[in-house]
């Protein structure tokens, strides 16, 4: 793992020794090989330059990575902010209707009313508004649930991601020095008589791919930086000391295939059964929020169905007052009532009502494809977890073991004259696609982990 501020650091110390080394064998009179130095070296004193502000790396865990998504994630922070929206709506249906003052004057007839018209709902319809509001809120507070684990599945991506990439980076510039070193074995050779002239060239070249390859791998560093920063809502360039995903062990960087996801699924050492399926699609069925979020959609239509036969029931408004009556001779006060009431004879909430039952049945409808998709997604994450676990122990225990021997004796052979220099380059090249290929396979078990996480709904 790489524990610098940046990748800057390491391409200077490797451009640096490169310049050093020159990229191939000195021969008398060449005037190349210094104006190659020169320039190498003023590249790297511009790499120093430009990482001598880097602070230190902050250390960076998968469990930190979700926390500081939860809290800095822009697009979830926006969501949660819908929820002052939510509250403010029932906070407006709690209101009550305020009263109105009206006045009824007659100049000609020398009467005068002021009265207080107050609207009385009948039905208990605020209480089924508030109601109604709160179910609403409640539908994004599941939105927010799935929000979240859909994040958490992004995080772990972008997070391994970063690693695996920084562990290519690394690989890359180890098979770069090694090729250098092969180079310089190689021209040392060639001058005794040993090997051909071709040999080096053919070293030199293969040193010259590392190199490249090396550049692209910081690329990947970068780019996948960036992914992740942005997800956890900070700024682009910052840098991560990044400790190894959970599953794998911090010191040895190998797999841990008994943690506790495999206690919870495998149970110990049980191997794949129906009855483990089972109980995890059994937690999927109980967690899940798309299914949390279809039976509070539910609820809202329960509400909004109820409020609208609620509507059928007319409010009355009642005004009341003082009747100043204030004719010569005949002054005098009374009090009147008026009495409103709507006769509901053309619209009985028929619309309202007939929606309401319509977005119940097709709700009804939805939560059972939700089911049967949520059964479907356990089931072929579930495999997909095991098989990507199997595959990762392939590598741990044979392919890289085997690889990594096969490069050391290679190397050994061909320093002590024993062969050519195509079999520790043709030996390196292999070491280099199975390690790449371990750690694609990493991402893609770390995917199957979120995947079944994310299919279950709930962490694991």
């Keep these: 793992m790489l524990k610098r501020a940046d990748s800057f650091r390491l391409l200077s110390k490797r451009l640096c020794l490169w310049s050093l080394c020159g990229l191939s064998r000195p021969r008398p009179g060449g005037i190349w090989r210094p104006v190659i130095r020169l320039v190498a070296m003023t590249l790297w004193l511009a790499l120093l330059c430009v990482t001598a502000g880097v602070h230190a790396a902050d250390t960076l865990t998968l469990e930190k990575a979700f926390q500081e998504a939860l809290v800095n994630n822009p697009a979830l922070q926006a969501k949660k902010a819908e929820l002052l929206v939510k509250e403010a709506e029932i906070v407006t249906a709690s209101a ?187 937690l999927a069925l109980e967690n899940r929020s798309e299914l949390q979020q279809n039976l509070r959609e539910l609820t809202v239509t329960d509400r909004q169905l109820a409020l609208a036969k609620a509507n059928r029931l007319p409010d009355v408004s009642l005004t009341v007052g003082p009747d100043l009556v204030a004719e010569p001779g005949q002054r005098q006060i009374n009090v009147f009532a008026i009495a409103n009431v709507p006769v509901p ?86 070491y280099m696609k199975t390690r790449v290929e371990y750690l694609e396979a990493l991402d893609e078990f770390q995917d199957s982990i979120s995947n079944l996480e994310r299919a279950v709904g709930k962490p694991l």
Excluded: C
């Design 96 to 282: 009550r209707l305020n009263p109105a003052i009206i006045s009824d004057n007659g100049v000609a007839e020398k009467t005068y009313r002021l009265g207080v018209e107050q609207t009385i709902r009948l039905g208990g319809k605020r209480h089924k508004q508030i109601e109604l509001s709160k179910a609403r809120r409640d539908v994004l507070l599941a939105e927010i649930q799935n929000s979240v684990q859909n994040l958490r599945r992004e995080v772990r991506h972008a997070y391994t991601h970063l690693y695996d990439a920084q562990q290519r980076l690394e690989t890359a510039e180890d098979i770069a020095g090694t090729n250098q070193r092969l180079m310089i074995v190689a021209q040392k050779r060639e001058e005794s008589g040993d090997v051909a002239s071709l040999d080096v060239q053919y070293a030199k070249l293969a040193f010259l791919k590392a190199k490249n390859d090396a550049y692209m791998a910081f690329g990947e560093v970068a780019s996948a930086r960036t992914v992740l920063n942005a997800l956890l809502g900070k700024p682009l360039a910052t840098i991560w000391d990044l400790t190894p995903p959970t599953i794998i062990h911090p010191e040895t960087g190998q797999t841990v295939i008994t943690d506790k996801l495999d206690e919870l699924i495998l149970q110990g050492e049980v191997t794949i059964q129906q009855a483990t399926l089972e109980h995890l699609v059994k």
């Design 345 to 430: 004879v053309f619209n009985r909430q028929q619309g309202p009502i007939q929606e309401a039952l319509a977005q119940k049945t097709q709700l009804k409808a939805q939560q059972l494809a939700l089911k049967n998709n949520i059964i479907l997604e356990v089931t072929n994450a579930y495999y997909q977890f095991t098989v990507n676990r199997q595959r990762i122990r392939q590598y741990e225990k044979e392919l890289l073991p085997t690889a990594e021997r096969v490069l050391i004796l290679s190397r050994q052979s061909f320093e002590v004259g024993k062969s050519g220099i195509y079999l520790p380059l043709a030996a390196q090249e292999s």
